[in-house]
Protein backbone atom coordinates (compact mmCIF):
# COMPACT_ATOMS: atom_id res chain seq x y z
CA UNK A 1 0.00 0.00 0.00
CA UNK A 2 2.97 2.41 0.81
CA UNK A 3 4.35 1.63 -2.83
CA UNK A 4 0.76 3.04 -4.27
CA UNK A 5 0.79 5.82 -2.33
CA UNK A 6 4.35 7.00 -3.23
CA UNK A 7 3.28 7.00 -6.73
CA UNK A 8 -0.46 8.05 -6.73
CA UNK A 9 0.65 10.74 -4.61
CA UNK A 10 3.22 11.76 -7.03
CA UNK A 11 0.93 11.50 -10.03
CA UNK A 12 -1.75 13.16 -8.78
CA UNK A 13 0.63 15.99 -8.15
CA UNK A 14 1.89 16.34 -11.87
CA UNK A 15 -1.80 15.44 -13.18
CA UNK A 16 -2.56 18.81 -11.20
CA UNK A 17 0.35 20.57 -12.53
CA UNK A 18 1.82 21.78 -8.44
CA UNK A 19 5.25 21.98 -8.13
CA UNK A 20 6.07 20.61 -4.31
CA UNK A 21 6.38 23.45 -3.28
CA UNK A 22 2.37 24.37 -4.04
CA UNK A 23 1.67 20.92 -2.87
CA UNK A 24 3.44 21.73 0.54
CA UNK A 25 1.29 25.14 0.39
CA UNK A 26 -1.57 23.77 0.21
CA UNK A 27 -0.97 21.20 3.24
CA UNK A 28 0.46 23.12 5.38
CA UNK A 29 4.14 21.32 4.99
CA UNK A 30 7.20 21.69 3.61
CA UNK A 31 8.76 21.25 -0.08
CA UNK A 32 11.05 18.88 1.83
CA UNK A 33 8.24 16.98 3.63
CA UNK A 34 6.40 16.54 0.32
CA UNK A 35 9.27 15.44 -0.82
CA UNK A 36 9.86 12.52 1.90
CA UNK A 37 6.23 11.44 1.19
CA UNK A 38 7.14 10.92 -2.65
CA UNK A 39 10.16 9.08 -2.15
CA UNK A 40 8.71 6.94 0.73
CA UNK A 41 10.96 8.45 3.46
CA UNK A 42 7.91 9.57 5.54
CA UNK A 43 3.97 9.17 5.64
CA UNK A 44 1.26 12.26 6.16
CA UNK A 45 -0.13 12.40 9.20
CA UNK A 46 -3.89 11.55 9.13
CA UNK A 47 -4.41 15.11 8.58
CA UNK A 48 -2.42 15.74 5.99
CA UNK A 49 -3.75 12.60 3.99
CA UNK A 50 -7.77 14.26 5.10
CA UNK A 51 -5.93 17.51 3.15
CA UNK A 52 -4.96 15.56 0.42
CA UNK A 53 -8.18 13.57 -0.21
CA UNK A 54 -10.41 16.83 0.24
CA UNK A 55 -7.66 18.92 -2.33
CA UNK A 56 -7.69 16.14 -4.84
CA UNK A 57 -11.61 15.42 -4.37
CA UNK A 58 -10.74 11.63 -4.49
CA UNK A 59 -11.50 8.86 -2.09
CA UNK A 60 -9.16 7.32 0.25
CA UNK A 61 -8.86 3.65 -1.52
CA UNK A 62 -7.56 6.34 -5.01
CA UNK A 63 -4.48 7.33 -2.86
CA UNK A 64 -3.73 4.38 -0.85
CA UNK A 65 -3.62 2.43 -4.07
CA UNK A 66 -6.20 -0.39 -3.19
CA UNK A 67 -8.69 1.52 -6.06
CA UNK A 68 -5.44 0.92 -8.47
CA UNK A 69 -4.51 -2.62 -7.46
CA UNK A 70 -8.76 -3.28 -8.41
CA UNK A 71 -8.55 -1.43 -11.57
CA UNK A 72 -5.25 -2.87 -12.84
CA UNK A 73 -6.30 -6.18 -11.71
CA UNK A 74 -9.77 -5.67 -13.99
CA UNK A 75 -7.72 -4.16 -17.35
CA UNK A 76 -5.98 -7.64 -17.31
Do not use: A
Not at 24 to 40: A, D, K, P, Q
Request: no cysteine.
Amino acid sequence: MRKNFIKNLKELRKEHNLTQEDLGNILGVTRIMVSYYEIGRSVPSFQVLEKIIKYFKINPDQILGTYMEIKEEKDE
